[in-house]
């Protein structure tokens, strides 16, 4: 009799510890680090340490506040990153951290208002995969579809078309080098081609980032740095 009892309260505490291993196993999953897509951030990851990657769309301060827009690899999407201002210096001062670099960060979502953001704690979470300006972006890529790439720093070359002064700057159109049809406009403020340094079909680098100049319906390149040759 007192085999039986003693059986069964064996068992029983047996499944009581096997359930609560799987309580905490349950808690725990839920409580860890998740590796996921921007488009896939949702309410329910509020609260949770999640990795994600993207390019960077734009950045700046706000008191002291530091913010970062990350836009997904492959879509529109963009996700708002926050963090105590000076806590990326080292990053700001080696220019890696413009917009058009590719990074990987992990942080904490929030939510504001109907709005998930990533607070980041350490500079350790956040790394540069690609730098921007570091290789060509071909004119089709960035002509097909110039709302994903609108503020980033491009990194363009291309066969001059037409070059024209305007008002305190220099007007320039590129075409590719390649058989493509496309042609990007280029604004260079501050920088007066008067001697003619450049001239029709010479070949040229310029970088700067992508906008939208809605005075004139264009989509170019707004840079204050002098066009190199290629």
């Known amino acids: 009799m007192l085999s039986g009892v003693k059986d069964k309260l064996l068992f029983t505490a047996a499944l009581v510890s096997l359930l609560g291993t799987a309580v905490l196993f349950v808690y725990a999953s839920s409580r860890s680090e998740l590796t996921i897509d921007i488009e896939e951030i949702g309410s329910e990851h509020v609260g949770r340490k ?11 301060s706000y008191g002291e506040t530091f913010y970062m827009d990350l ?8 996700i708002h ?4 201002q000076g806590m990326l210096d080292s990053f700001e001062d080696g220019h890696e951290l413009i917009p ?7 942080g904490i979502v929030e939510e504001s208002g109907n709005r998930q953001t990533l607070r980041l704690l350490h500079s350790e979470e956040i790394e540069v995969l690609e730098p921007a300006l570091t ?3 071909p004119f089709d890529s960035i002509l097909e579809n110039p709302e994903w790439y609108e503020g980033m720093e491009l990194k363009v070359r291309g066969e001059v078309k037409e070059i024209r002064p305007i008002y305190q700057g220099t007007l320039i159109v590129l075409g590719p080098l390649d058989e493509g049809y496309h042609r ?5 403020s501050g920088w007066y081609n008067e001697e003619m340094k450049v001239v029709r079909d010479d070949v040229v680098v310029v970088e700067g980032p992508f906008v939208y100049r809605s005075s004139k319906g264009t989509w170019m390149i707004r840079s204050d740095r002098v066009p190199a040759p290629y």
Do not use: D, P
């Open 71 to 78: 836009r997904a690899t492959h879509s529109e999407y963009e």
């Open 50 to 60: 999640v990795t994600t990657k993207g390019y960077i769309a734009s950045m700046g």
């Open 135 to 137: 290789s060509f972006t």
């Open 184 to 188: 990007l406009t280029i604004e260079i």
């Open 100 to 106: 058009g670099a590719l990074v990987e960060v992990s």
């Open 81 to 84: 990153l926050r963090c105590e």
